[in-house]
């Protein structure tokens, strides 16, 4: 009876032995870890009520503008970009261009991103949103969307549609002798989509609520589908230019949202990777590559999305040209450049300014997780860095960084790692053709103390999007290591049974 017993209980730490490791490895690791706060929206955009325009403080005084030269460039950006987007239209006062931005004033990411992929995987995501196969995306799409109410009050400039001289507040605005109105071509509505001119608020331009929301949507799906994130960016970037074709915004409207949407990736992907992203990036993944292999586009989906050439002269395209994206996006090249035109919109760069190290903000490196699986918080930092635009540019000061991040260069790069593991070579779509982001010297990542950057970076679970995007991480070593030695107790547990039997 006593063998017995010693042998139930020898048994039950067995089971322990085995199963408890292997419990604590199918668990990921959550979010608890280390959250980011809300970002300061006010404080990150408030270089524009520092440098370009004060706001009215009270009803009886208007706001003012405190930089005419760079104001007066603004407007007339505005005013011919906006006529570029008239010009030669039909009977019913519309283009092919006012139509694009008519469908994007609807501000649905359902609408608006899934011609980003290309004809095919464009109609497929479609189809996925109508059908309901895509439900975490729609709720990535819903939730991941960053606050312009309070910038908006903070900055009160008026639309260029308007007689900005007047304030909504009260009192007159001192233009600087800038006009009060503006020549701006209003858009007819097409279906059931509508400018809003009636319906928008009047004094509120800066930031762009729809380009916040755009890229609130677009960098978190161009950081889902790496393979096409020059695409990606570019379709985002025309949502943005869109609002300036319909002359409801102005180009520092339209990078101020930009800004507030890129910090509020960084916060969400840093705070929900393993409760949001991981299981949308694996929903869209794997739906892309259910249709594709139905249709026999492909057995994986960057195998697809080579043979459809989505990432290359089949994907994404858009002809319209304007002072600002001057080539047509034919392609990955092109892609890039027109996005990274779009990210200064022309304005000249202070030299005095220039040449800032750049350093990444907080979270920014969580966006770049599931297109460079292998690297740690340091290395991605360091794509940041290589890709980021120089200091010296409207809005950069106050952005934390934000401002300069040019996310269609960075999520889809060429890298190579130095036998250190540091990042030594980063080579972008506009400069070579790619598949999609790639690491040369992988197995080097984690060199030195690589691996220790993402905890000093409090960097939550490891979870990757599926099997097309899943490599073993450095912080999902402690489970493996569970694992391990769980099974090395088992192993000395059943060695000490076979022992104890002998000596009876």
């Known amino acids: 009876m006593e063998r017995m017993k010693t042998f139930q209980?020898?048994?039950?730490?067995?089971?322990?032995?085995?199963?408890?490791?292997?419990?604590?490895?199918?668990?990921?690791?959550?979010?608890?870890?280390?959250?980011?706060?809300?970002?300061?929206?006010?404080?990150?955009?408030?270089?524009?009520?520092?440098?370009?325009?004060?706001?009215p403080v009270d009803a009886g005084h208007?706001?003012?503008?405190?930089?005419?030269?760079?104001?007066?460039?603004?407007?007339?950006?505005?005013?011919?970009?906006?006529?570029?987007?008239?010009?030669?239209?039909?009977?019913?006062?519309?283009?092919?261009?006012?139509?694009?931005?008519?469908?994007?004033?609807?501000?649905?990411?359902?609408?608006?991103?899934?011609?980003?992929?290309?004809?095919?995987?464009?109609?497929?995501?479609?189809?996925?949103?109508?059908q309901g196969k895509l439900n975490l995306i729609s709720d990535l799409f819903k939730f991941n969307v960053a606050s312009t109410f309070q910038s908006k009050r903070a900055a009160m400039h008026p639309r260029p549609y308007l007689d900005r001289s007047q304030s909504t507040l009260g009192g007159t605005n001192d233009l600087a002798g800038l006009p009060a109105t503006l020549?701006?071509?209003?858009?007819?509505?097409?279906?059931?989509?509508?400018?809003?001119?009636?319906?928008?608020?009047?004094?509120?331009?800066?930031?762009?609520?729809?380009?916040?929301?755009?890229?609130?949507?677009?960098?978190?799906?161009a950081g889902i589908l790496p393979e096409l994130a020059p695409q990606i960016m570019a379709r985002t970037s025309e949502a943005g230019n869109n609002r300036i074709v319909l002359g409801v915004h102005y180009p520092l409207d339209i990078m101020g949202g930009?800004?507030?949407?890129?910090?509020?990736?960084?916060?969400?992907?840093?705070?929900?990777?393993?409760?949001?992203?991981?299981?949308?990036?694996r929903q869209l993944r794997d739906y892309l590559t259910e249709r594709c292999k139905a249709d026999h586009h492909g057995d994986t989906l960057p195998e697809c999305i080579s043979n459809l050439k989505a990432n290359s002269t089949d994907g994404y395209t858009n002809d319209f040209v304007d002072p600002v994206a001057t080539e047509p996006v034919k392609d990955q090249a092109s892609a890039v450049c027109v996005y990274t035109a779009r990210m200064t919109y022309t304005f000249p760069q202070v030299k005095s300014q220039a040449g800032v190290k750049f350093k990444a903000p907080r979270g920014a490196a969580d966006v770049l997780r599931l297109a460079y699986p292998q690297l740690h918080v340091d290395q991605r930092n360091a794509i940041l860095k290589a890709t980021a635009m120089d200091s010296g540019y409207p809005?950069?000061?106050?952005?934390?960084?934000?401002?300069?991040?040019?996310?269609?260069?960075?999520?889809?790069?060429?890298?190579t790692l130095n036998q250190n593991g540091d990042v030594a070579k980063v080579e972008t779509a506009d400069q070579v053709a790619l598949d999609g982001p790639t690491v040369i010297n992988a197995q080097c990542a984690d060199k030195g103390n690589?691996?220790?950057?993402?905890?000093?970076?409090?960097?939550?679970?490891?979870?990757?999007?599926?099997?097309?995007?899943?490599?073993l991480h450095a912080t999902q070593q402690p489970a493996l290591?569970?694992?391990?030695?769980?099974?090395?107790?088992?192993?000395?547990v059943g060695f000490l049974l076979r022992l104890r039997r002998k000596r009876q």
């Open 258 to 281: 930009r800004i507030g949407a890129s910090a509020q990736n960084g916060q969400y992907w840093h705070n929900e990777f393993a409760s949001s992203i991981v299981p949308a990036a």
């Open 9 to 55: 209980n020898l048994s039950s730490v067995f089971a322990i032995a085995i199963c408890l490791p292997l419990a604590l490895a199918a668990v990921p690791a959550t979010a608890q870890a280390d959250q980011l706060p809300n970002p300061d929206w006010v404080a990150l955009l408030s270089d524009y009520e520092k440098n370009y325009w004060q706001a």
């Open 62 to 130: 208007g706001g003012k503008v405190l930089d005419a030269k760079t104001m007066k460039l603004d407007e007339d950006i505005t005013v011919e970009i906006n006529h570029l987007g008239a010009k030669n239209a039909d009977k019913d006062g519309l283009t092919a261009q006012r139509k694009r931005a008519l469908i994007d004033s609807d501000l649905y990411g359902e609408e608006t991103l899934p011609d980003s992929l290309g004809p095919v995987l464009g109609k497929y995501m479609s189809e996925g949103f109508k």
């Open 481 to 492: 290591t569970a694992v391990a030695v769980g099974t090395v107790a088992a192993l000395l």
């Open 183 to 221: 020549d701006i071509k209003q858009s007819p509505s097409w279906l059931e989509h509508i400018p809003g001119y009636s319906t928008l608020q009047k004094n509120s331009s800066y930031p762009s609520g729809h380009t916040t929301g755009a890229y609130s949507w677009g960098i978190a799906l």
């Open 450 to 471: 690589h691996p220790a950057s993402d905890a000093a970076a409090g960097q939550n679970s490891a979870e990757s999007a599926g099997p097309d995007l899943a490599v």
């Open 395 to 415: 809005l950069w000061e106050s952005s934390d960084g934000w401002q300069r991040i040019n996310w269609a260069k960075a999520l889809c790069a060429r890298v």
